[in-house]
């Protein structure tokens, strides 16, 4: 390797770490950036092996703290698994991380809790366009439209 190819790979190496400094990344999304910075692909490549091999990224652990994080917020499962594909996290990792979380993870009670924080904001409003903002704030965060319907119907029945 010349000069010029280490110098490249220093720069590649300094940038994913600065990077990596503000939050985890996915494999996929490091390689996009350094491709958006004009490195070559040779040092992309290395520079990726190298993070990969000291344990700086690792897209199944990343999966899974960008799950925890997002459910906190509350989302549903179907933004956060659509997150993870815009991050470039390969399709299995994501499914075997859903397939994880969806052993505590009771989503009707989540859509409950936040359906009835959001719709005692709409007092005032007409039931049925309450209901309507109600289904389309839940269906935003990513929650799955037959949970939604049902919540949404049940708590409406409850306050008319």
Known sequence: MNKKDSEGLQKARNYAFLLLK????SEGELYRRLKK??????????TISFLKDKRFIDDELFAKSWIES????????????????????DRKIIERQILEIKKHYTEEEIVNRVAQERFSKFKGIEQQAAKRRLYGYLL???????VISGVVN????QTS
């Open 22 to 25: 503000f939050r985890q990344r």
């Open 37 to 46: 910075k004009k490195f070559e692909e040779e040092v992309i490549t290395k």
């Open 140 to 146: 935003r965060r990513g929650f799955s439209p037959e």
């Open 154 to 157: 049940q708590l409406c029945r």
């Open 70 to 89: 997002r459910l906190k917020r509350p989302l549903g499962l179907r933004k956060i698994e659509n997150e993870l594909n815009i991050k470039g996290v």
